[in-house]
T-cell receptor
Framework: DAKTTQPPSMDCAEGRAANLPCNHS???????VYWYRQIHSQGPQYIIH???NNETNEMASLIITEDRKSSTLILPHATLRDTAVYYC?????????????FGKGTHLIIQP | DSGVTQTPKHLITATGQRVTLRCSPR?????VYWYQQSLDQGLQFLIQ???????AKGNILERFSAQQFPDLHSELNLSSLELGDSALYFC??????????????FGEGSWLTVV
């Protein structure tokens, strides 16, 4: 799996959009970008994933650059409950083979 | 609620003992994964089973073993426990073992404290 680089922490005001960056400059053509979050020792929660195109679901949007070397997770209207550690993961085979390799992630703190 | 069920939620046991953690995957999921999360190591992949067969091994100690049963539930057995085995153990499941439609969902974990 390609290595990903994320800032260790970020702040965002409640109600604003939270934009979490991730660099994956060595990503291979068939590696997906996955985002998970973990709220205070709860189980990691799947957010979104994508290969080349931008993706959106009810939780977030994923913007992948054309060269696929970086991506941004966007939480459109952050709430206090979005405070968590966010993990960006590059994985083959839809994340099924050998599980997922979690780094240290970004600790996102939503400020009231 | 991810649909992945883990029991027990909390467990305290003594060094040298053996424990079994149980996982029921989401309905229809054939793959089960086990992860360990300790304070100093982060989330570590231990092992994966697919439809009853071992598919991948990560950083799993020889004192640990797992299996997946015909009804697809899985158990993680931890033996000769040491203080350093104290951690959160997560089970996760997915429909497949790979492919574009595959997504892994995690349970809420089992807290193991070894005293």
């Amino acid at each position: 799996d390609a290595k990903t680089t994320q800032p260790p922490s970020m702040d965002c005001a409640e109600g604003r959009a939270a934009n979490l960056p991730c660099n994956h400059s060595t990503i291979s053509g068939n590696e997906y970008v996955y985002w998970y979050r973990q709220i205070h020792s709860q189980g990691p929660q799947y957010i979104i994933h994508g290969l080349k195109n931008n993706e959106t679901n009810e939780m977030a949007s994923l913007i992948i650059t054309e060269d696929r070397k970086s991506s941004t997770l966007i939480l459109p209207h952050a709430t206090l409950r979005d405070t968590a550690v966010y993990y960006c993961i590059a994985a083959y085979s839809g994340g099924g083979a050998d599980g997922l390799t979690f780094g240290k992630g970004t600790h996102l703190i939503i400020q009231p | 609620d991810s649909g992945v069920t883990q029991t027990p939620k909390h467990l305290i046991t003594a060094t040298g003992q053996r424990v079994t953690l149980r996982c029921s995957p989401r309905s229809g999921d054939l793959s089960v994964y086990w992860y360990q999360q300790s304070l100093d190591q982060g989330l570590q992949f231990l092992i994966q089973y697919y439809n009853g067969e071992e598919r991948a091994k990560g950083n799993i100690l020889e004192r640990f073993s797992a299996q997946q049963f015909p009804d697809l539930h899985s158990e993680l057995n931890l033996s000769s426990l040491e203080l350093g085995d104290s951690a959160l153990y997560f089970c996760a499941s997915s429909p497949l073992t790979g492919g574009s439609g595959n997504t892994i969902y995690f349970g809420e974990g089992s807290w193991l404290t070894v005293v």
